[in-house]
C-alpha cells in the first residue's frame, strides 16, 4: 500500500486542522491505520489509530477528546481531524499502515510498515 498525507499547514493556537491520508493499492481494509508525528528534537510517537473496520480508535493521551481519526474504506482514506490546537502540536505528521492487525482492534503501538510522506503542521503561539 502506498499512503500519500496531506492538509498541514500553520494555525494560530485553539485553531482546527483536518489532515487526509489517501491510499493506493489494494486491500486497504485489511490494514490497520495510524497517524504519528515527530516534534523537532523528538522522537516519533503515535497520535491516533483506529481498527480496519473503523469501529474502534485509540488516542495518545494528551490528544484525547480533540482529535478524531476515521476511515473510509470505500474511498480508501483516512482521516485526523484536529481541534483545539496547541503549539505542543507542532511537528510533522504521517499516516502509516499496520498489516498485522485483526478487524477489531486499533493498534496504539509502533509496529507500522507502510508510511506516507508526512505533512508539516505548525501551531502559533
Known amino acids: 500500500v502506498q499512503l500519500q498525507a496531506s492538509g498541514g499547514g500553520l494555525v494560530q493556537a485553539g485553531g482546527s486542522l483536518s489532515l487526509s491520508c489517501a491510499a493506493s493499492?489494494?486491500?486497504?481494509?485489511?490494514?490497520?491505520m495510524g497517524w504519528f508525528r515527530r516534534a523537532p528534537g523528538k522522537e516519533r510517537e503515535i497520535v491516533a489509530a483506529i481498527s480496519r473496520n473503523g469501529g474502534y480508535t485509540s488516542y495518545l493521551d494528551s490528544v484525547k477528546g480533540r482529535f478524531t481519526i476515521s476511515r473510509d474504506n470505500a474511498k480508501k482514506t483516512v482521516l485526523l481531524q484536529m481541534n483545539i490546537l496547541k503549539p505542543e502540536d507542532t511537528a510533522v505528521y504521517y499516516c502509516?499502515?499496520?498489516?498485522?492487525?485483526?478487524?477489531?482492534?486499533?493498534?496504539?503501538?509502533?509496529?507500522?510498515?507502510?508510511w506516507g510522506q508526512g505533512t508539516k503542521v505548525t501551531v502559533s503561539s
Open positions: 493499492g489494494r486491500a486497504f481494509n485489511t490494514y490497520g
Open positions: 502509516a499502515a499496520r498489516s498485522r492487525s485483526i478487524l477489531t482492534t486499533a493498534y496504539l503501538d509502533d509496529d507500522y510498515d507502510y
